[in-house]
């Protein structure tokens, strides 16, 4: 069953306990996260077939990217984050019925402003994913 984008949330979490998720404002997009898995290869001499061979290695996250309508005066604390390099929770919260999100840790490693001409001046963001990101 196909899903709209519409009505999705992306939060920024504020280290408490328990911890609380803020949404940020005027999000367009989100891409993400852009995982994958190293091969480790152990082919040998005796590989039947003359085949490499690969045991899986360790998976990697990858990035979370989004893009926002930007308001000069409340960036969100995405600027601040940026700066920090800290490690921050964050959680995108989809449509559906049960309003699944999809929670992982990671440090913003990309903040650019675009100003258009003609248009809304944007931030676009990107995070590191840090760790396993979790599916409730």
């Excluded at 152990?42 to 690969?54: A, C, H, I, K, N």
């Excluded at 490690?87 to 049960?98: A, E, K, L, S, V």
Aim: glycine residues 14%; negative net charge.
């Amino acid at each position: 069953m196909a899903l709209r984008g519409v009505g999705t949330i992306f939060s920024i979490g504020d280290g408490a306990t328990p911890e609380v998720f803020t949404a940020v404002a005027g999000v367009q997009t989100i891409n993400g996260p852009t995982g994958s898995a190293e091969q480790i290869d152990v082919s040998s001499l005796d590989s039947t077939g003359s085949y490499r061979e690969f045991l899986a290695g360790f998976k990697d996250a990858g990035e979370v990217s989004f893009s926002i309508w930007l308001d000069p005066a409340d960036r969100g604390g995405l600027d601040t984050l940026y700066e920090s390099g800290a490690t921050n929770n964050f959680r995108i919260t989809f449509p559906d019925t049960g309003s699944t999100t999809l929670t992982f840790a990671g440090a913003v490693t990309g903040f650019q402003i675009g100003i258009p001409t003609e248009g809304a001046i944007t931030a676009d963001t990107v995070i590191k994913v840090s760790g396993q990101p979790t599916w409730a």
